[in-house]
């Protein structure tokens, strides 16, 4: 099973009130959105892209394509950029332990004006602190 989804994360101040989004297409549709407490604007990408991984996996998506705004995410899952922080080297492993499950698999870079519906999740994850 195919889709295409789009993740972002943010948050207000770095570290600050942070929050998840993703958005999936495809035969199972979804949104996720979580409150993630104080936290950085790349912890929340990273958990971002998690929360997507994981809730794709439980559908039975094989095959995802992932469109997010984060460039340095994007670079590190693609192998262009070393993870040298120690948060996102957990993270990142996580990450790539599901993308291994996946048939096929690709994570793109896209403006931010491109990642309106992923960041209105992540900013009613904040408002709603929850």
Known sequence: ???IGFVDGGARGNPGPAGSGAVLAGARPFTISKY???TTNNVAEYTALLLLLQKALELGY????????SELMVKQIGGQYKV???KLKKLFAQATA????L?????SHIPR???KEADRLVNEAID???
């Open 1 to 3: 099973m195919k889709g």
């Open 36 to 38: 993630l407490g104080e």
């Open 62 to 69: 094989s095959e995802l394509e992932i469109f997010a705004d």
């Open 84 to 86: 040298k922080d120690v």
């Open 98 to 101: 599901y993308i291994a499950r």
């Open 103 to 107: 048939k096929k698999f690709s994570l």
């Open 113 to 115: 004006a491109q990642n």
């Open 128 to 130: 709603r602190r929850c």
